[in-house]
């Protein structure tokens, strides 16, 4: 059964947040929702296996560069602070700076780099499968 994993996760915050208080002060804003990654792919359909959400927080010293690598999972994240630049293999550019969201490349070779003064940080949600891995390098 497919399901979208994002929409679940949306619903389960705001069941959350309207537990935790007053619902009438609750704002909800749409960061991020499409059928394409970043540099316009379609994303790949949901696979017949059993769903595993991961998400991770992650911090990018300024100045550092992350490996080349692929994602064989949808993911898409929001840039919590600093500023970061994804490149493609086939050299296509993403800027990114605090608050920006991403529906990240699946299966295309990248990387990141903080061109910034601070450390970036991004928290990233993958919607994968049990037993297959998230990134490969």
């Not at 208080?21 to 059993?50: C, R």
């Not at 992350?66 to 600093?82: D, K």
């Not at 003064?117 to 993958?126: D, K």
Request: proline letters at 4%; glycine letters at 8%.
């Amino acid at each position: 059964m497919k399901k979208n994993y994002f929409v679940i996760c949306a619903i389960f915050f705001l069941f959350v947040t309207a537990c935790a208080g007053n619902i009438h002060n609750i704002e909800v804003k749409q960061l991020a929702k499409s059928t394409k990654t970043w540099d316009g792919e379609a994303l790949p359909l949901y696979s017949a296996g059993q769903p595993e959400v991961t998400i991770l927080r992650i911090k990018i010293p300024a100045g550092a560069q992350l490996e080349m690598h692929y994602h064989p999972v949808i993911n898409a994240g929001v840039l919590l602070r600093g500023e970061l630049t994804v490149i493609t293999e086939d050299n296509k550019i993403l800027h990114l700076k605090a608050g920006d969201s991403i529906v990240e490349l699946v299966n295309k070779k990248h990387y990141g780099k903080n061109e910034g003064t601070e450390t970036a940080e991004i928290i990233v949600f993958y919607a994968g499968e049990v037993n297959k891995p998230i990134t490969v390098k």
